[in-house]
């Protein structure tokens, strides 16, 4: 008998608490293969960065394949360093500019202006200082190298959850001060799991576009300076200077294995994962799916951490956080009135101050003829911006509209759009150069469409983003109506994606600024074009170090910028928030 209750207690499975099972299963065991592989190499990644700053330079970057998966390693660190560091900014940044009219004040015209500073502009006057903080380690040119990763990635996704925090519909907010919630509770209850379903598809754009700038940010040449990284921008970097094509490719294809393995292990299943937090009160018939997401919730131990996580994450959102009640939106006081009215002399004063220290440092070696060809280049790239914009949304809306509304097509889209707009303009100016010296092409015109390249996919994803998270009860009430195709676009689904198009196309606009200093000068080998434009002036400026042309280009780049965001998409925000919170 007692042998029969030890073989009882022995097929008895180990429960912890709430009934979960403790003993693993293959699950487990595949999901502990992933995350010890994962860690082996950030660890790999970890020790190559501590290596002596001389290491540059007596292991020179090689074209061998055989250094590709290392190359290919320390490339996707970095970017996922940069990615990390662009959420906290994101969560910190947006989430004050969203919930305080001060710090609006202050954050969003400063997003504007950093999205539209280039990434060589930022180069120029950090790479010097992070080379003098570490000057005996690499991580000196690592910390660059992330950091304008970083500045390639935060404004979208800043752009992103500030505008979903800005427009939470208002039977959701009136719930939520029926339940007097406070703010910090809200914010984890209500409004983070709001905005996840377009952060989420911003943070896979924002990787993507990072693989858009990843040549300047690891082969970097400033002036005197030059550093080179080990890494597949360093890469192509050599492959481009050395005109091997076979290099190229393999550069490519290398590029193309690395995006479909982080988006099968990591973003397809945060996508299927924050397909809960949809707005709606009819559940889609379609729910994104993922391979790897199947697997962590089949997990026995998996699911235990999972369940601990979960506690510790509402323990966190139920800390009773100092913040005062939100009290509903009523017209501000005088006091008030007066406040922002003092506020905004003091962000005067301060950008007055900016801009006279800018012409003290520039009026020595420059003149208004300086100041006159600066502005003159600036139009020519501003109306390249403007007509690839209207070309790009006339193109991706609709197909992100068609793909959005389909589960199924957005899971097998995913991987080719991140690799799309992975896809760096650097690997096309050979092709682009041939052809526009075999055929005597203007490249004042034919080097234009390399700056959308990389930034129309933020239209598209913003689009795909909106269009998913579209609810499937106003889809369905659609369909019982049976309005025809112009009206389902005009009444429907365009004041459904209104806020994410122009979170898409102002940051794609930004972008293509950005990108103008890589597209508007090409070259391969000895060959090299150069387009009339602000971005070519800021590249000439940057390789000859002049830095006060490379200040005056930046100033009328962010002063362009600036001006569009709040001519054009501005009102386009208030317009498309207004909608959306009365839909």
Same mark, same amino acid.
């Given at each position: 008998?007692?042998?029969? #209750?030890?073989?009882?207690?022995?097929?008895?499975?180990?429960?912890?608490?709430?009934?979960?099972?403790?003993?693993?299963?293959?699950?487990?065991?595949?999901?502990?293969?992933?995350?010890?592989?994962?860690?082996?190499?950030?660890?790999?990644?970890?020790?190559?960065?501590?290596?002596?700053?001389?290491?540059?330079?007596?292991?020179?970057?090689?074209?061998?394949?055989?250094?590709?998966?290392?190359?290919?390693?320390?490339?996707?660190?970095?970017?996922?360093?940069?990615? +990390?560091?662009?959420l906290v900014f994101t969560f910190v940044v947006a989430t004050l500019?969203?919930?305080?009219?001060?710090?609006?004040?202050?954050? =969003?015209?400063?997003? #504007?202006?950093?999205?539209?500073?280039?990434?060589?502009?930022?180069?120029?006057?950090?790479?010097?200082?992070?080379?003098?903080?570490?000057?005996?380690?690499?991580? /000196?040119?690592?910390?660059?190298?992330? *950091?304008?990763?970083?500045?390639?990635?935060?404004?979208?996704?800043? *752009?992103?959850?500030?505008?979903?925090?800005?427009?939470?519909?208002?039977?959701? #907010?009136?719930?939520?001060?029926?339940?007097?919630?406070?703010?910090?509770?809200?914010?984890?209850?209500?409004?983070?799991?709001?905005?996840?379903?377009?952060?989420?598809?911003?943070?896979?754009?924002?990787?993507?576009?990072?693989?858009?700038?990843?040549? +300047?940010?690891?082969?970097?040449?400033?002036?005197?300076?030059?550093?080179?990284?080990?890494? %597949?921008?360093?890469? $192509?970097?050599?492959?481009?200077?050395d005109r091997n094509i076979m290099a190229v490719v393999q550069a490519?294809?290398?590029?193309?294995?690395?995006?479909?393995?982080?988006?099968?292990?990591?973003?397809?299943?945060?996508?299927?994962?924050?397909?809960?937090?949809?707005?709606?009160?009819?559940?889609?018939?379609?729910?994104?799916?993922?391979?790897?997401? !199947?697997?962590?919730?089949?997990?026995?131990?998996?699911?235990?951490?999972?369940?601990?996580?979960?506690?510790?994450?509402?323990?966190?959102?139920?800390?009773?956080?100092?913040?005062?009640?939100?009290?509903?939106?009523?017209?501000?006081?005088?006091? &008030?009135?007066?406040? #922002? %009215?003092?506020?905004?002399?003091?962000?005067? @004063?301060?950008?007055?101050?900016?801009?006279?220290?800018?012409?003290?440092?520039?009026?020595s070696t420059l003149d208004w003829s300086d100041v006159r060809t600066?502005?003159?280049?600036?139009?020519?790239?501003?109306?390249?911006?403007?007509?690839?914009?209207?070309?790009?949304?006339?193109?991706?809306?609709?197909?992100?509209?068609?793909?959005? $509304?389909?589960?199924?097509?957005?899971?097998? =889209?995913?991987?080719?759009?991140?690799?799309?707009? @992975?896809?760096?303009?650097?690997?096309?100016?050979?092709?682009?150069?041939?052809?526009?010296?075999?055929?005597?092409?203007?490249? !004042? %015109?034919?080097?234009?469409?390399?700056?959308?390249?990389?930034?129309?996919?933020?239209?598209?994803?913003?689009?795909?983003?909106?269009?998913?998270?579209?609810?499937?009860?106003?889809?369905?009430?659609?369909?019982?109506?049976?309005?025809?195709?112009?009206?389902?676009?005009?009444?429907?689904?365009?004041?459904?994606?209104?806020?994410?198009?122009?979170? &898409?196309?102002?940051?794609?606009?930004?972008?293509?600024?950005?990108?103008?200093?890589?597209?508007? =000068?090409?070259?391969?080998?000895?060959?090299?074009?150069?387009?009339?434009?602000?971005?070519?002036?800021?590249?000439?400026?940057?390789?000859?170090?002049?830095?006060?042309?490379?200040?005056? /280009?930046?100033?009328?780049?962010?002063?362009? =910028?600036?001006?569009?965001?709040?001519?054009?998409?501005?009102?386009?925000?208030?317009?498309?928030?207004?909608?959306?919170?009365?839909?």
């Open positions: 008998m007692a042998r029969r #209750d030890l073989e009882k207690v022995g097929r008895t499975p180990l429960l912890g608490l709430g009934g979960v099972e403790l003993r693993p299963n293959v699950y487990d065991l595949a999901i502990f293969v992933l995350v010890a592989a994962a860690f082996v190499a950030m660890a790999y990644g970890a020790r190559e960065i501590a290596a002596p700053a001389s290491k540059l330079v007596a292991e020179p970057i090689t074209l061998d394949p055989a250094h590709l998966p290392e190359y290919a390693l320390r490339t996707t660190l970095r970017m996922f360093a940069a990615i +990390a560091a662009s500019a969203a919930k305080s009219r001060k710090a609006e004040l202050v954050i =969003v015209p400063a997003l #504007d202006i950093l999205q539209s500073v280039p990434v060589l502009g930022f180069l120029t006057f950090t790479v010097v200082f992070f080379l003098r903080l570490f000057p005996s380690s690499e991580l /000196g040119a690592e910390c660059a190298a992330v *950091f304008a990763i970083f500045t390639s990635q935060a404004w979208n996704m800043a *752009f992103s959850f500030y505008q979903s925090l800005r427009t939470v519909p208002a039977d959701l #907010d009136e719930v939520s001060r029926h339940f007097q919630l406070s703010p910090w509770l809200k914010f984890w209850r209500l409004e983070a799991p709001f905005a996840a379903p377009g952060l989420i598809w911003n943070t896979m754009m924002s990787m993507s576009g990072g693989w858009f700038f990843v040549v +300047a940010s690891e082969a970097i040449t400033v002036g005197d300076t030059t550093v080179k990284l080990p890494g %597949i921008g360093s890469w $192509l970097a050599v492959a481009i200077a490519v294809l290398t590029m193309a294995v690395v995006i479909l393995a982080y988006d099968q292990l990591l973003f397809r299943p945060i996508v299927a994962w924050g397909d809960k937090f949809r707005f709606e009160q009819t559940a889609a018939q379609q729910r994104p799916r993922s391979w790897v997401y !199947d697997l962590w919730r089949r997990g026995r131990l998996v699911r235990r951490l999972t369940l601990a996580t979960g506690w510790i994450g509402q323990a966190v959102a139920a800390l009773p956080v100092g913040f005062a009640r939100p009290a509903r939106r009523v017209a501000a006081p005088a006091s &008030g009135r007066v406040s #922002d %009215i003092v506020w905004r002399l003091i962000v005067l @004063a301060v950008a007055a101050y900016a801009l006279w220290r800018i012409v003290l440092f520039t009026r600066a502005i003159e280049m600036g139009l020519l790239t501003l109306l390249r911006v403007a007509v690839l914009i209207s070309i790009a949304s006339a193109i991706w809306v609709p197909i992100g509209v068609w793909i959005g $509304l389909r589960p199924w097509a957005a899971t097998r =889209v995913q991987p080719l759009a991140q690799f799309l707009a @992975a896809f760096p303009a650097n690997v096309l100016f050979p092709i682009a150069v041939v052809l526009i010296v075999a055929l005597k092409l203007d490249p !004042d %015109i034919w080097l234009s469409p390399l700056m959308v390249l990389g930034t129309q996919w933020y239209i598209l994803f913003n689009v795909i983003a909106g269009a998913s998270a579209f609810p499937t009860d106003l889809r369905e009430a659609s369909t019982l109506f049976r309005l025809r195709t112009w009206q389902w676009w005009r009444k429907v689904i365009v004041p459904g994606i209104l806020p994410y198009y122009v979170t &898409g196309a102002l940051t794609a606009s930004g972008g293509s600024w950005n990108a103008s200093i890589v597209a508007e =000068v090409a070259s391969w080998g000895d060959t090299r074009l150069k387009a009339a434009g602000l971005g070519s002036y800021i590249a000439d400026a940057t390789e000859s170090a002049d830095y006060p042309r490379v200040v005056l /280009g930046i100033v009328v780049m962010s002063v362009m =910028v600036v001006a569009c965001n709040r001519l054009v998409w501005r009102p386009l925000y208030r317009l498309a928030e207004r909608r959306f919170r009365l839909a």
